[in-house]
């Protein structure tokens, strides 16, 4: 089978322009054409009156090896690759053998899970929230009654952070086994849009995330692995052995339970601030990782569809328009737009008490009223928080205070209109852009909830992305703070066998631990890592 790419045809095409256009490009009849397949689908925009849809294509042909001939130099035509997964272990018929135990239920521990489970080593997986409809409740409960639940919120739960978000399905890793595919597909086998396989950025959404969640686990299930929810991990029992090295050897639990374990992945996320403190005090290694600090911005998503698409904003094939802003400041500091999501909504995304954090969230449909994202400083240790491992959470912890004070002392977040921000005065009334922020919003001065650095560099870049999005820096777009929980602000390091660099038997994994960005990511990530605890168990290294 042969693939196309980069084949592009008019946003308005009909059915049978694209194997007209696949005879073109291969020079061949229709009767050679065999049959052909839309591998993926995106859409170049730059022309906002001449967009077009951009196509790679599988091909079945006749003569194939000829046509290949033929186009030897060319990129664009090749053979199709090989995207199918495969199990690197599987699980020896040992009664009683020790089972691996999966830490965490977001995607990365979701998917560390299916892949033990699929070979056949019957995890335990343990989550300190709850199922995910059960969550889901309890996350509610502090966006319409700003009562928070510390153990099942946005943060900690069944599906983990990921699934109260956009659902976004891409990720710039390098990926050369397709384990993203391998992601995608059990998705679309536990409930998502077949869509997500061809789109070139696909998304789900948080309420088939739900469902979704809930049929991996009864897949998991099925294969014998075992769930248990609201068993939190408060201590290690780690074992040092006569030439000083350290081995996990079994979980504490807050029930005042004791698992006997030996292989743990620990994919707690990058809200277990409790539990990186922990590790910290157990002598696990950790190190601190740059992380991002700024606000939600809210746009009406007409406007930003106006400015992405023009005349042809609103077409089906094209859904809600995103973006991506990215500004050097001459401050030193870089601005960029994180976690866009379109049609969504800005959500309350806490897990400690007395404290503020957003992030943002959308449905598959994306069409709610406003498009929102990150507007967010790049920061990192030696310049803002230097000292030790655990100075990040620190910084963290103090903003969202700051903003839980700024914002009414009552889960309300602190909020402003761009044109106030950029004036240096606080806000008094809203114009014409909403915020979606449940419970609530403080009009308030968000000068008060920031460092002085972001604050400079956010006002020198909004007027740079007005430029680039006519109507970004309208006076009446909302930034609503703090977001601060854009990526897990330490690293649990580990070396190329996936392990912890000094405790044997434990397999840092996913966004918490410092490997991954994203569902796609964590979920890449957590193959990998199960993977490597399968070789473990069989006696074998990865890449062996």
Partial sequence: ??????????????????????????????????RYTVARRAHDARD??????VYSIDVSAKNEAAILARFRKDRHVNTTPDTGYRHVAKAPETPGARRPVVVGTGPCGLFAGLILAQMGF?????????????????????????????????QFGEGGAGTFSDGKLWSQIKDPRHLGRKVITEFVKAGAPPEILTEAHPHIGT??????????????????????????VDDLDIAVDADG???????????????????????VGHSARDTFHMLHDRGVFLEAKPFSIGVRI?????????????????????????????????????????????????????????????????????????????????IDPARDYPGNPLAGIELQRHWESRAYVAGGSDYKAPAQRLGDFLAGRPSSALGTVIPSYRPGVHLTDLAECLPEFAVTAMREALPVFGRDIPGYDHPDAVLTGVETRTSSPVRITRGDDFQSLNTVGLFPAGEGAGYAGGILSAGVDGIKVAEAVGLSLVGATPGA
């Fill in 298 to 378: 809210e746009h009406p998503q007409s406007w930003i569809d106006e400015a992405r698409f023009g005349p042809c904003a609103g077409h089906p094939d094209l859904g809600a328009a995103a973006y991506s802003l990215s500004h050097h400041c001459t401050n030193g500091r870089t601005v960029y737009s994180f976690c866009m999501c379109p049609g969504g909504t800005v959500v309350a995304a806490t897990s400690e008490e007395g404290r503020v954090a957003t992030n943002g969230m959308s449905q598959y449909s994306r069409n709610e009223r406003n498009a929102n994202s990150g507007l967010v400083v790049g």
């Fill in 245 to 267: 090295t350290r081995r996990i050897r079994g979980l504490h639990l807050h029930t005042g339970d004791y698992l006997e374990a030996d292989h743990v992945v620990l994919a």
């Fill in 1 to 34: 089978m042969l693939r196309i790419t980069e084949l592009k045809l008019p946003l308005n095409h009909a059915d049978e322009a694209i194997p007209a256009a696949v005879c073109k490009r291969l020079r061949i009849t229709p009767r050679e054409l065999i």
């Fill in 207 to 232: 309420f088939r995330l739900v469902t979704m969640v809930e049929a991996m686990r009864a897949t998991i299930e099925s294969l014998g692995g075992e769930y248990r929810f609201e068993h939190r």
């Fill in 122 to 154: 019957r995890p335990i997986i343990l989550d300190r929230g709850k199922l995910v409809r059960e969550r889901t409740k309890d996350t509610w409960g502090l966006w319409r009654r700003s009562v928070l639940n510390p153990e099942s919120n946005v």
């Fill in 48 to 53: 906002k009156m001449d967009i077009q849809l």
